[in-house]
DNA sequence: TCTGGGGTCCTAGGACCC
DNA sequence: TCTGGGGTCCTAGGACCC
């Protein structure tokens, strides 16, 4: 078998999904904002070539956008997930192993033989499938595999895929040299300055950097980066595999508010809906929580930021919503004093354990009312998130969203697209003539 | 006026034990 | 005069990823 690590990453993923449909965006600058409007997570080529950073805050880029023709969109996860599962199937046609890296990102292991042209056939299946542009490329390790996407991305004779072996050697260190050492996969904005200031620009120079001084200084991390950047694979998918099912250690709900929450009813119904979406998780992956956490903060952009919350042990590992939602309210309602303008708020799962293997002392079992967390599971499978729920998580306003209560701290989606392959009123429509 | 959300791992330091 | 050493566990904070 070949060695070495197929990634596939889709080109600007938010972005290409807006355009699956609606046609008339291609070509033109798109952008996809974060939850609440509030700043750019994805920005097509068009709207790169504008000079539009990521994560710049919508209100500031607003006018900007409208006098150069710049469509703005909320994002529309249902449908981001949805086309994702669709392209990660078609690569199942084509390769093995594959490992979701995050939405619109995998690796896959590499083919048997003729890498380049099956690189190009997959990626002109997924196309023609699913409507998103892919970059595949193919390399000895997965952080050589990265940098190489990154410049196929940005070279369009690549026609969207590589091959580093293939590639001449003089243009491997070309593109070695013209890799900024931040944007080296591993390498973030902390630690790139730092380099930058030692001399080591670029990722040839970080490759040919003296690696116990590396290991030293920084840390086992970049090390392994290093030992990559030279061709020996050592760097594990943290998490990887995540969307495919794994268990995780720590569950976190965190939304910022729509307008900001002073009084403690606005922070305990709140609480309460990210208390209930967490446990829907928790119960999925099959788990109970030991160690439920909650906090609330104000904005980080306004003068005196704090940050107030803390932690509470149920009786027993539970996976029971209204518990969950009962510890969350208390926490917050101990810690959070009234008067401020809080900006978000976040409850946290963690010191999970499995439900399957959890067994005590016979006599006593945990009392768990699981009627009550079965029946809301039930509802909400067949009518759509938060239809039922504890407290304020069942109450739905007027808006479409899945946590629309109608209540004031509700989050922004002004420009949301239709959720055209999950949701049947939603469906797009044909016309011909 | 208006600035995202959800994860992981590493490291340093303190408490505690023998 | 001389004032241990090493292991483990936990937590908080920092750094990274998309």
Not at 272 to 292: C, D, E, I, N, P
Not at 383 to 412: K, L
Request: a positive charge.
């Amino acid at each position: 078998m070949t060695a070495g690590f197929v990634l596939a990453d889709a080109d600007s993923f938010y972005a290409s999904c807006e355009r699956v449909f609606d046609p008339g965006l291609a070509g033109r600058p798109v952008v996809v904002l974060s939850n609440n409007d509030g700043c750019v997570v994805a920005r097509s080529r068009e709207a790169k070539n504008l000079g539009i950073q990521e994560g710049v805050p919508w209100f500031k880029l607003r006018e900007f956008a409208r006098m150069h023709g710049v469509t703005a969109r909320s994002s529309n996860y249902e449908l981001y997930a949805s086309l994702s599962a669709r392209m990660m199937r078609v690569m199942d046609q084509w390769l093995p192993g594959r490992v979701a890296y995050s939405i619109d990102e995998c690796f896959l292991d590499p083919p048997a033989r003729d890498p380049d042209r099956t690189l190009r056939l997959m990626r002109r299946a997924i196309l023609r499938g699913v409507g998103v542009p892919v970059t595949v490329t193919m390399a000895p390790t997965r952080t050589l595999a990265k940098l190489l996407s990154r410049w196929a991305k940005r070279t369009p004779d690549a026609g969207g895929a590589a091959v580093w072996d293939d590639l001449d050697p003089m243009l491997r260190e070309r593109i070695l040299q013209d890799t900024p050492v931040g944007d080296i996969w591993g390498v973030g904005r902390r630690t790139a300055p730092r380099l930058t200031a030692m001399g080591l620009t670029d990722a040839m120079r970080l490759r040919d950097a003296d690696q116990t001084a590396i290991r030293r200084r920084f840390g086992v991390n970049l090390a392994r980066t290093v030992l990559e950047l030279n061709g020996t694979p050592c760097v594990d998918l943290a998490g990887g595999d995540a969307v495919d099912g794994r268990r995780e250690h720590m569950i976190v709900c965190s939304r910022m508010f729509g307008q900001p929450v002073t009084d403690l009813d606005g922070l305990r119904a709140a609480a309460g809906v990210h208390a209930q979406k967490a446990a829907v998780r928790l119960r999925r992956q099959g788990s109970l929580t030991r160690l439920v956490g909650a906090w609330a903060a104000t904005s980080p952009y306004a003068p005196g930021y704090r940050v107030a919350g803390g932690w509470m042990r149920p009786e027993d590992p539970t996976d029971d919503p209204s518990v969950i939602a009962r510890l969350a309210a208390r926490i917050l309602a101990d810690h959070c004093p009234t008067g401020v303008r809080w900006a978000r708020c976040a409850v946290i799962l963690t010191d999970l354990t499995d439900r399957d293997t959890y067994r005590t002392l016979p006599g006593l079992e945990p009392r768990l009312d699981e009627g009550l967390a079965d029946a809301i599971d039930a509802i909400n499978c067949r009518y759509g998130s938060m239809h039922a729920g504890v407290g304020y998580a069942g109450i739905r306003g007027r808006g479409r969203e899945d946590a629309d209560t109608g209540a004031s701290w509700r989050m922004r989606r002004g420009m949301l697209s239709r959720r055209a392959t999950t949701r049947w009123d939603e469906i797009a429509v044909v016309k011909s003539t």
